[in-house]
């Protein structure tokens, strides 16, 4: 009880940083379950000691603030309430916190608490960070993204239109605009499309036959990307007849003397499905150019697709739905088999469904939170097929809900992303992305306000379980625009050139995960410093054992 006094006290005081507000009320008091009663006491007298730390940063003694803390014991007074007997300051690597302490000065201080936290947390061995090499592509271990070994955060945007803008050289500037825009508002993941099947300024134009020049346009976005810092989503057909969809591979099909009544054949039908197939990875000789998707040999970068780390993940295909079959066992099948292909051919990079996030028979008691839609896909049975490295959900209460109130729909968005976030950590132990959500300036009684709110609320949910290492991996509003782009407006754009208070809320996010990234990379640091002296010890240790001996012959 002494305990939960102490840290109800110290949580309460404004001087304490809201990083370490959540992480320890969350280890202590919410999650105490995996801490033994010594970690407990430690964990108090971390409070303690950061107190006191922030006390030292007040009175402007930044570079020997911890030496002070642990010389005059400023700690004291406070631990005392909890009967607690702190850690070696051996154990803290005191060392290595003061350094840190000469060099980022006031600067850095506001993050400093929670690294000298975190570090404590890892040598008692309640956080363990993975190091990966550092080639640049995004992993998924566990919940978490993870780029160079560091926890990763997709704070983005939707942009179906990239490709068919670059395809006209005379327009490639406004690519070039929307990510530069993006970067200045420290976005890091864009999900755009790379397929447009048939009709007018197609990428294919038939099965297995290309247009070199909306291949240029992808080239050039990819290439784009990579210099502004900007992960791609690349999504690799359409549910929908814009841009050709499944229902052009089946009136391919169909043209070629196969019988098929349903667009739902896609799914099913090997021709069609082959098609597919053909899309994904076959060698098409076009204009003195090996031309196809996840081979492509890109003509700004010189890098195949498969090799090139500015592609964050594929996506099987744009909000997959099979409503002829609504027991889900259609779109089971074929994104177990599409899955399996793909990563047969491509390792490198992530995989996810493209699902909007709708429950299925696999879990009846979900389907309740349905907005009344029936179309075939099961959240938890699609994206546990073995390959599907994320899980995805969409959010537009205003469509799906469109005769609601606007108090109405925020609940249900509430409820939605809080579920499906649960279900991504309990179940899934995989990372979700809300691949897209927004609210549109078209509905009844629209106001920026509202729409604000629903964008605060997706972010406060990503935030609130990416700052526990829960989940929530990012999140990508729909859609992005640039100036002079009036045909391409459906209601939800947002042009980031335009002041709005929406792009505040927007940018306000970015930062709030990039300080989250920040320290866990400072952690990956720690960890090496760690391995670093223990290396150097046991080198230590064999050189004294070895001194005076006689080597060799």
Known sequence: MANEVLIKRLLGSSLLLIEIEWLLYRLLLEDDRGLSSTDMDHGCWVIAMLYAMKMAVIYGDYDKCVCNVWKKRWWTKLLSASNSNPPSPLGLRFLLIESVCVREREREMRHLTLVLLLAILIHQGCLHFHVEAGDGFI????????????????NGFNAYWLMYTASDPSQRSKVSAAFREAASHDLTVARTWAFSDGGYSPLQYSPGSYNEQMFKGLDFVIAEARRYGIKLILSLANNYDSFGGKKQYVNWARSRGQYLTS???????????????????????????????????????????????????????????????????????????????????????????????????????????????????????NNRVPGIDFATAHAYPDQWLSSSSDQSQLSFLNNWLDTHIQDAQNILRKPILIAEFGKSWKDPGFSTYQRDLVFNTVYYKIYSSARRGGAAAGGLFWQLLT???????????????????????????????????????????????????????????????????????
Not at 139 to 154: D, I, M, T, W
Not at 284 to 310: E, M, Q, W
């Open 483 to 553: 100036e002079g782009m009036g045909n391409f407006r459906d209601g939800y754009e947002i042009v980031l050139g335009q002041p709005s208070s929406t792009a505040n809320v927007i940018a306000q996010q970015a930062h709030k995960l990039h300080q989250i990234r920040k320290i866990f990379q400072r952690m990956r640091n720690v960890e090496r410093w760690k391995r670093a002296r223990a290396a150097r010890a046991r080198r230590g240790r064999w050189q004294g054992g070895n001194k005076g001996k006689r080597i060799g012959n």
């Open 263 to 381: 667009d739902d054949d896609f799914f099913r039908h090997p021709v069609v499905k082959g098609y597919y197939k053909n899309h994904i990875k076959a060698r098409v000789f076009s204009l003195c150019l090996y031309s196809t998707v996840l081979y492509r040999y890109n003509s700004f970068t010189g890098i195949h697709y498969k090799d090139d780390p500015a592609i964050m993940a594929w996506e099987l295909m744009n909000e997959p739905r099979c409503t002829s079959d609504p027991s889900g066992r259609t779109i089971q099948a074929w994104i177990a088999e599409m899955a399996s292909f793909v990563k047969s051919i491509d390792r490198n990079h992530l995989l996810e469904a493209g699902l909007e996030g709708f429950y299925g028979p696999s879990t009846p008691r979900r389907n309740r939170l349905d907005p009344g839609l029936k179309i075939g896909t099961d959240f938890i049975a």
């Open 139 to 154: 992993r998924a271990r566990g919940v978490q993204f993870l780029l160079n070994g560091s926890p990763y955060y997709a």
